[in-house]
């Protein structure tokens, strides 16, 4: 049978499997507030400008909201032959109020009905983002906090350079993520414009009012041209890219947790909360969360390629291509807030080992920089020249077997007489971070003020 909404110019029903890749929803279903939302500000609208009567209008909004509820009430039979939320929406709008449902749809189409449902999803997706990042800098700061002075090794190459505070290497995370909210409220303020009266592509002949529907929703304004309005997909776009840099910064956190949570490593130890066992080895604490967390990269950015590339080349205006944008905008949402909240979850539970973290600081000769530094400062040595000599009283250390400390004044001397007893003030961890005093270092005052200006800021 032929399609009751265009029924009137087909003779026949869609192909079994036309229904099947046309239909989307199985996955807009969960549009439907927003949906019902732009519909009940649009009724509003057409009534306070003359285009349907005012019992009109309150038999659609009324009726909208009984949808609403016999939706959130679960078991509504959602229908695929009425392809989308839109449309089914309507259909039972239609049963329950009869003639004025026919009336909805009036200086309105799907293009900019879709365009609007998903802006107000996407936007409410950005508030969600910011507040999952909230809670995970809050629980960053805490532990940047309690260890502000424990020293620990900073890596390059994975191999250790110079000592920095736990409270700096948490610290760094806390900007990044600082970064990716700024992120979302930038799209979000961005995203913030109304497709709503767009209609179709080219705008419509009834006297709409889109500042109110505007207003109704939420939007700052209306959006400008409407063939851009029912066009574009940049605001999903630039929420995937966000999401995206945002679960690189996840992946990496993560990465460094299963590291130093190794039996090679014992920087830290994850609660009983946030690990699972081995079904064969007894010992096992195993970091699956962490490990999830590092892996949500692979389908959030693979969501973000898939949409970039569904966009590319469509001509203006709308194309089917488009419904393509949810299903990836869904799945990368939910697992971007599954990420962040694993991951605030587990680092508010993280135990870290000020001891341990200390003793991996002292090794691998970490304070080379500062020996070399106090030849510069001490004995006027160029730089250039310092680095050789500390490079070649590491080389004796290491065949000794022992670290730079633990060298005699004599050793020293024997490679530069300007040595003196002096210079094993600087070989400590503590001293080499105390007095990394510039902008942003790590010395534990610096951290101290960086903490105190997020906690501010939050
Ligand atoms: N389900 C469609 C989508 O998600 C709604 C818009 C349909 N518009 C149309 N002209 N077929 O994009």
């Excluded at 507030?33 to 009567?53: E, K, N, V, Y």
């Excluded at 909360?273 to 080895?281: D, F, H, N």
Aim: proline letters at 3%.
């Amino acid at each position: 049978t032929a399609n009751a909404m265009w029924g009137g110019r087909f003779a026949a029903g869609p192909d079994a499997i036309m229904t099947a890749i046309n239909a989307s929803i199985g996955f807009d279903r969960r549009l439907y507030a927003q949906d019902i939302r732009g519909s009940r500000a649009h009724a509003a609208m057409l009534a306070a400008q003359g285009i349907i009567t005012s019992s009109d209008a309150e038999a659609i909004r009324e009726g909208l909201l009984t949808v609403l509820s016999e939706i959130e009430a679960g078991g509504f039979p959602f229908s695929e032959a009425l392809e989308d939320i839109h449309m089914n929406v309507e259909a039972r709008l239609k049963e329950l109020v009869g003639e004025p449902a026919g009336r909805l749809h009036t200086g309105r189409s799907r293009n900019d009905q879709v365009a609007t449902d998903f802006r107000l999803w996407v936007r409410d997706q950005c508030d969600a983002a910011i507040d999952g990042l909230r809670a995970l800098i809050g629980a960053a700061l805490s532990q940047a906090e309690a260890g502000a002075d424990w020293v620990m090794p900073g890596f390059t190459h994975l191999q250790t350079a110079q000592p920095v505070t736990w409270g700096h290497h948490m610290m760094a995370y806390v900007e990044m993520f600082g970064r990716d909210l700024s992120r979302f409220q930038d799209a979000r303020r961005r995203m913030n414009e109304s497709p709503l009266g767009a209609a179709a592509l080219a705008g419509t002949g009834y006297p709409i009012d889109r500042h109110a529907t505007a207003e109704a929703l939420g939007f700052d304004a209306p959006m400008a041209n409407s063939l851009d309005a029912v066009s574009d997909r940049d605001f999903a776009l630039e929420f995937l890219s966000a999401a995206s840099i945002c679960a690189v910064h996840l992946s990496r956190l993560a990465e460094e947790l299963v590291i130093w949570s190794s039996a090679q490593f014992r920087f830290v130890a994850m609660s009983d909360k946030w690990s699972t066992g081995s079904s064969i080895m007894p010992q096992k604490r195993n970091p699956d969360a962490a490990e999830l967390i590092r892996a949500k990269i692979g389908r959030i950015l693979g969501a973000t390629v898939a949409l970039f590339t569904v966009m590319k080349g469509l001509p203006l205006a709308y194309s089917k291509d488009m419904q393509e944008d949810k299903e990836q905008v869904f799945d990368a949402a939910d697992h971007l807030l599954l990420a962040l909240a694993a991951m605030a979850g587990m680092l508010s539970d993280l135990t870290a080992d000020p001891q341990r973290l200390e003793q991996a600081a002292s090794a691998g000769f970490s304070t080379a920089t500062d020996l070399a530094d106090w030849l510069v400062r001490e004995a006027g040595l160029p730089f250039r020249d310092a680095h050789h000599v500390t490079g070649s009283l590491v080389a004796m250390a290491e065949a000794r077997g022992v670290d730079l400390p633990e060298l005699t004044l004599d050793d020293m001397q024997s490679v530069h007489g300007s040595i003196t007893e002096d210079v094993f003030g600087v070989l400590g961890v503590h001293n080499s971070v105390a007095s990394r005093q510039s902008y942003g270092g790590t010395a534990p005052d610096q951290v101290r003020a960086q903490i105190a200006r997020w906690k501010e800021k939050l």
